[in-house]
């Protein structure tokens, strides 16, 4: 199945949703630091300057694409990275690279005749 057929699957988040969550420069930030461990909204929101409401706005785009899973442990909630969206995206633009290189090395061998032609 390409990546073309899952995403109409229902249990497959949206790459729509993915590369929109992803545009944000604060958000890919928060997926870079969530890379290393899991971390609570404090920890997370600390280097940013910004206030906390709107730091959580971020944290909802990602969780609502599935790119994190929180968890609430007493008053403290926790995030963690989820790489199956991740994985998504990746093998979207594998697909479109793959896509791309054929192109070219058929536009270089058109160019090749071409000039074998002209010889």
């Known amino acids: 199945m390409t990546v073309a057929t899952s995403l109409h699957s229902a249990s497959q988040p949206s790459i729509d949703g993915i590369f929109r969550a992803l545009a944000d420069p604060t958000?890919?930030?928060?997926?870079?630091?969530?890379?290393?461990?899991?971390?609570?909204?404090?920890?997370?929101?600390?280097?940013?300057?910004?206030?906390?409401?709107?730091?959580?706005?971020?944290?909802?785009?990602?969780?609502?694409c599935g790119l994190v899973h929180s968890q609430k442990t007493g008053r403290i909630r926790t995030y963690q990275l989820a790489p199956e969206p991740l994985k998504l995206a990746e093998n979207w633009l594998a697909e479109q690279r793959a896509l791309w290189e054929r192109r070219l090395d058929q536009f270089d061998d058109y160019v090749l005749k071409l000039k074998e032609k002209d010889k």
């Not at 290393?36 to 785009?61: K, N, T, W, Y």
């Open 27 to 64: 958000r890919r930030r928060v997926v870079e630091r969530l890379n290393r461990s899991p971390a609570s909204v404090s920890e997370l929101a600390q280097p940013f300057d910004m206030a906390l409401p709107s730091f959580i706005e971020h944290l909802r785009v990602l969780e609502g």
